[in-house]
């Protein structure tokens, strides 16, 4: 990726959030719409690189550290019961209905399984960053969707590895369904702990260090290695930073690193993860697929929200509160796409079905921020 294409994507995501923001959408819908212009479903100025895939992991990476930094921990712990309620009902809503619908579709029994994995995961990412436009990361509705999020995304983790297991793909094969999830336990729990003993010390010291910029570029470094190491285990990087962020609450110095994260990521790592869900539009061969797609979007749509709400619902949460809930949830986002490639490195989608999916998880991403903003305006 070039300086001036860096550049061009900056600057025209820019102009767009501003664009978006004065027709009453969220920056984001301008920020993905760049992508859009920019890639194969406009101009085809770019493409979705492996270079600039790893910016755009940096994005997800920030945004989430960023959301869990700004949460309450407290709220989170007091709502975890309607979390946990949200995930769940969310999870079984459209695992079930894709699964159905993939053998109606005369799919065999590991392709519907694919289907329902891949539409079960939720991103929360572009939620959140419509939690944090609004100031409602610390309502009811915004912690309840930031904990049922993380639920969601370990709840996916858990059920793509036991497809890779049972079906015999990836590292799971070699590693065994047991092993698998040991290590993933394991790294998140060591890894919260030690941090948690480790950081209350380090950080005071790093703070009385005359080097400028020294705490912001270790905790920065912190938060890519712990995300790498999460995606080498096969847990989701974004839930490692979101957890990461949960912890930096209680520690000293919390409000300078949130600031300068927030620097750090609003001027380039996060506008350019939304540019990048842009650029993976194509239109090339999806018109056999049209139908399909239509059907697929709207099950995508109508699952996870209708699900989250009865879950919500179900926990004692009032109607409008969990409509937010469950418009929030419906986003697939970074996960579903990760769990789409995996398939089609596999040879478990093919490659026209595969950009349908793409254009459906893109189509759910782009639905959030849309529906979500005015309901969050009426809940002010």
Known sequence: MTAMTLAAMLLLALFLSWLAERLGLPAVVGQIGAGLILGPAGFSVLTASHSLNSWAEIGVVLLMFLAGIESDLDLLKAHLKKSLSVALAGVVTPFVVFYVFGHLLGYGNEQA????????????????????????????????????????DLLAVFMWTVFQSAFGIGESKSLGLGLSLLLMVGYLVGLLLLLGWLLKMALPVLARLPQPGLLLTVVFALLLSTAHGADVVGLSGAIVAFLLGLLFTRLPGRKGIEHGMTLVGNVVFIPIFFVNIGLKVSWDHQ??????????????ILTKWLGPVVGARMAGMDKKDAHIVGVGMVSRGEMALV?????????????????????????????TPIVLKPMLKMND
């Open 113 to 152: 399984l694919l289907w329902s994995v891949l539409f079960s995961a939720t991103s929360v990412s572009i939620t959140a960053q419509i939690l944090t436009e609004y100031q409602q990361l610390t309502s009811e509705a915004g912690t309840t969707i930031l904990g049922a999020a993380v639920i969601d």
């Open 287 to 300: 018109q056999e697929h049209l139908f399909l797609i239509a059907i697929l979007t709207v099950l995508a």
């Open 339 to 367: 769990i789409a490639d995996l398939a089609l490195a596999s040879g478990l989608l093919k490659s026209d079905i595969y950009a349908a999916m793409v254009l459906v998880i893109l189509l759910t991403t782009i639905f």
